[in-house]
């Protein structure tokens, strides 16, 4: 596949470049953690991994305030470490344990920590769309200047919800970001299985009159800069803004392994091991060094430390008790 061109960094300080760098490898080793240990059957709540799309979710996640809210969809790990979501509320979540940030109860694909800005995630399509449009119009109504952003994958654009929610923040210029992460495949069927020949989504959003740009969803400082400029004109009263994101999975649809691992034949380990070459994460540390903003032993001291606070915090939950069952009833409505 032809590597896209990659944006300027005019603007991006050193210190927020590494910063993203940071991210993207805290992430990325979380999840690739969390899928080992997922294997020896000690987590049993069904898991869906964004191992390969975490440059989307630092990138818009680093250009945006505390006070400003998100949510995401059933693959929702990448998002919720990016925004500041507790890596001890979601290993311990995994695990049913109490310390978990729904205290055992949501399992992989309802994480919320509140004072992070993470609200909710879930795994019906487009429901948080609708919700995140819900935040916005409070937002708008209470005059305040935060900004509410919704990550969701492409197969959302198929869901009635997507065009109620796209039709009514435009009519009311609501701060809501749409953020597409556009891996191409829903479960295992491919966007040439579904759409049009030709069908381009930012077209479509731009029927609503909403502003959209299609981007390169492993460069996270594309995806930084473009969110800087959304959240502006979202703040600004120019909103709502649809960013599409061009990136890809790695791991199966739900679970720790590799497709090819379980001999399934809808996509071929060729093309998963095409966008692997393309990693976020390695592109960015690579560049840092190109740079001259980091040396090699920069990058190996940073995963070291990572690797460490994960080790450490992983046990932990592990550790943590299981919720009583006296707690059975409680938050049930």
Known sequence: MKQEPRTTDVGISRDDRIR??????RVRRAE?????????????????????????AVGVCEALQKDDVIYSHHRCHTHYLAKGGSLMGLA??????????????????????????????????????AAA???????????VQRVAVCFFGEAVMEEG???????????RKLPVLFVCENNTYSTES???????????????????????????????????????????????????????CMTYRWREHVGPYFDYELKRAYRTKEEVETWMSRCPVKRSGEELIASGLAAKEDLEQWRAEIE????????????SPWPGPESLLENVY
């Open 308 to 319: 460490k606070e994960i080790q450490q915090t992983v046990e932990q939950a592990r550790q």
């Open 32 to 56: 690739e953690v969390l899928a080992e240990l997922y294997k020896q059957q000690e987590m049993r709540t069904p898991t869906h991994f964004g191992i390969g799309q975490e440059a989307v």
């Open 190 to 244: 491919p966007l040439s299985a579904r759409q049009p020949s030709g069908t381009e989504l930012c077209d479509r959003v731009r029927a609503f009159k909403i502003r959209a740009e299609k981007l390169d969803g492993n460069d996270v400082e594309a995806i930084y800069l473009a969110t800087l400029k959304a959240v502006e004109e979202c703040r600004n009263g120019e909103g709502p803004v649809f960013l599409e």
């Open 133 to 143: 449009t819900g935040s916005a119009l409070s937002f708008s109504l209470d005059g």
């Open 20 to 25: 993203h760098y940071k991210s993207l490898l």
């Open 92 to 129: 311990a979540e995994l695990y049913g344990r109490i310390d978990g940030c729904s205290r055992g109860r949501g399992g992989s694909v309802h994480l919320n920590d509140i004072g992070a800005g993470v609200i909710a995630t879930a795994a019906i399509l487009g429901e948080t769309m």
């Open 161 to 171: 919800i997507a065009y109620e929610s796209l039709n009514f923040a435009a009519i």
